[in-house]
């Protein structure tokens, strides 16, 4: 009977081994999936965002031009051959601008009534009259909230993301314009920034079938998806070999959509990424949703890409369960003729050593006092210490870096000692020569008779990481010339200064800012010298505003400024000091020409009823049109 309860204890402990083995498998694999659909997510946010700069500055120099913004009303509200005369007008004076939208990758450039008839299509000007309420659901919300909006659309004749900008004069909508960017150039700029990856856009076959005209499906033939049940793939993208030409994603989407996760991860709606082998490798599939004007899932960006990590986690699984395995196997026949207690100690031992030997990962094992009981080769190669130095010390304590003084009760592995509660996480640990690296955590409970008796941490060095993360974080919310914030994070900064306003009462305002003539210095000295200028400009911005002010450009010229803490006498005194050190402040070009500027501003203050950073833009917008028509160079209050 004591013979077969030793025999029991290896089987026990193989069942164990594979248990741990495949839990630190599987964690490693969530943890690089969950890595891989933010990364995912990112990419797309970052790919749209290189769109809004040419956006912005059709909007200011063309669309919210004055005189362009007349022409347009007085052509919807005319008639015959007035209204004809006054849309070719219209054409001409604007096509310049859209070879230059066309040149930054935009497909479509079209102008509506205020009752959602098509005034004017540049990309097929001959072609206008249309009502487009019944099958655009944007424009629709659009004359009920006369707000710009950023979607994804499915039209008749095109099918992608859509900017659609009202435009006003004097508080009365007279129209609205529409710019829009295909997936296909959407997947041009993921490519730019991935080559690896391969790219699809799966479209919801049902407003397809719905709304798309046959002469639009003609020119971009539409497969049913082998991937996805109900969902059509633009035959450009499905068979594109430069695309991620090494991925051989017609297989893989058979694979996936057999795969485990895929109908649990369409049905949840979010951002999700699966992992499967084929042909002796690994591939993974993110799967990013596109949603349309009523936020549900309308399309899914799909990527494909090897995946070597997670082919080397399962190379490495079946290794170590292979030594563990031979290993259970010796320590089960000694331990028919060692005594009880030395043959446990000698499987113990001799079991962490051959897995943790074969593990990537860094392991340490603390007891049940915090005090060090193991640690693996890898540990020591990650922290720079030697195996006796980490023994003989508390370990936890020596390679654990805390952002509070009280240590133990804050940390999160030493909560897993106390509680028993499993922990995974990012933590950061510091090296022998002093310097930190950022790791990922997985602490479990060892358990004795039902009682905690230690805890084993698992971690891995994701310094890489953190570095593709921060750099995908600054190229969102930061315009590349200048380094100030883009139009995304300041409209986000003044909507979270609104929603403090609304808890706290505080007072803030807002600064509109846009150069006087600025046309007339890129045409007299060059793009450069304007780019340099706009530069220059910041520059002096940043020296003149506190350091609690948030600066950013918007597009093109135009810049704006939120002011917290700010009332409107206050945020006035502010701008009057910047319009006179830029009066004062000339800079040169590279021909050595003294260039001199000036500024309009329009300030305003936020009001507690605001509930849209876009209403409080819009008032500041209109100060700094009173500045314009003002004679410029100076500073008006909303």
């Known amino acids: ?46 790919s749209r965002g290189r769109f809004d700069t040419a956006m912005s500055v059709f909007l200011n120099e ?23 005369l006054l849309r070719a007008q219209l054409h001409a004076d604007l096509t310049p601008s859209y070879e230059r939208l066309q040149a930054e990758g935009f497909t479509d450039l079209q102008f ?35 707000q710009p909006m950023d979607v994804f659309e499915v039209g008749r004749l095109f099918i992608g993301f859509r900017h659609i900008q009202p435009l006003v ?27 690896k990856s391969s790219y699809q856009f799966l479209l919801r076959s049902n407003p397809v079938e719905t709304v798309t005209l046959n002469r639009y499906r003609d020119n971009h033939p539409l497969l ?32 996936f959509a057999e795969a485990e996760g895929l109908t649990a991860g369409v049905e949840s709606g979010k951002a999700f990424s699966l992992s499967a082998g084929l042909d002796g490798q690994v591939y993974r599939a993110a799967f990013v949703p596109v949603l349309d004007v009523d936020r549900q899932v309308a399309a899914y960006l799909v990527s494909y890409a090897e995946a070597p990590l997670l082919e080397g986690v399962e190379n490495n699984y079946r290794h170590d369960l292979t030594i563990g395995l031979l290993v259970i196997s010796v320590i089960s026949i000694l331990l028919t003729v060692l005594a009880v207690q030395h043959s446990r100690l000698r499987r113990n031992n001799r079991s962490m050593d051959a897995i943790s030997a074969a593990v990537g990962e860094g392991i340490f094992v603390i007891g049940r006092r915090g005090e060090s009981i193991y640690v693996n080769r890898s540990a020591c190669q990650l922290t720079g210490y030697r195996a006796e130095e980490l023994l003989s010390s508390n370990i936890h304590s020596l390679i654990h870096r805390h952002d509070t003084q009280e240590k133990g009760a804050s ?130 911005a940043r020296q003149s505003l506190r ?19 700010t009332d409107l006498e206050g945020a006035r005194i502010l701008a009057e000091r910047l319009r006179e050190r830029v009066e004062r402040s000339a800079t040169r070009s590279e021909a050595g020409d003294e260039i001199t500027l000036t500024l309009s501003v329009g300030v305003c203050e936020l009001k507690q009823n605001e509930r849209d950073a876009s209403d409080v833009l819009r008032r500041a917008d209109g100060a700094l049109y009173k500045a314009k028509q003002g004679g410029r160079n100076r500073v008006e209050c909303a």
């Open 224 to 255: 049913q998806s082998n991937l996805l049940p109900g969902y059509l793939v633009i035959d450009q993208t499905a068979s594109d070999a430069s695309n991620g030409g090494s991925v051989p994603r017609a297989r893989l989407e058979a694979l």
């Open 112 to 146: 509506h009534t205020p009752d959602g008839y098509s005034f004017l299509r540049f990309h097929a000007p001959d072609q206008y009259g249309d009502f487009l309420l019944p099958y655009r659901a944007s424009l629709r919300q659009l004359a009920d909230g006369q």
């Open 547 to 565: 350091e609690t002010d948030l600066l950013g450009r918007i597009g093109g010229e135009e810049f704006a400024v939120l002011l917290p803490d």
């Open 411 to 540: 940390c999160p592995i030493l909560k897993t000692l106390e509680t028993g509660v499993p922990y995974e996480g990012d933590e950061w640990f510091t090296r022998s020569d002093g310097s930190c690296f950022p790791v990922v955590v997985t602490s479990r409970p060892m358990l004795e008779n039902s009682r905690i008796a230690g805890v084993v941490t698992v971690f891995r060095d994701i310094t890489e990481r953190k570095k593709m993360e921060k750099r995908l974080s600054h190229l969102a919310t930061v315009d590349e010339l200048t380094g100030l914030l883009n139009r995304r994070a300041l409209l986000s900064a003044i909507s979270a200064e609104i929603a403090r306003q609304h808890r706290s009462g505080v007072q803030s305002a807002v600064m509109m800012i846009d150069f006087d003539h600025f046309k007339q210095i890129n045409d007299s000295y060059g793009h450069d010298a304007g780019d340099r200028v706009l530069q220059h400009v910041s520059d002096i």
């Open 169 to 195: 004069i004097e508080d009365r909508m007279i129209g609205s314009v529409e710019m829009a960017v295909s997936f296909q150039k959407v997947r041009e700029q993921l490519t730019e920034i991935n080559p």
């Open 1 to 46: 009977m004591r013979r077969f309860a030793y025999l029991l204890v290896p089987v026990v402990f193989a069942v164990m081994t594979y248990g741990h083995l495949r839990e630190v498998r599987d964690t490693t694999v969530r943890q690089y999936l969950a890595q891989t659909t933010e990364l995912s997510e990112l990419a797309l946010t970052y």
């Open 62 to 84: 063309a669309a919210n031009n004055a005189n362009i913004k007349y022409l347009l009303d007085a052509g919807i509200n005319s008639q015959g051959a007035k209204r004809d």
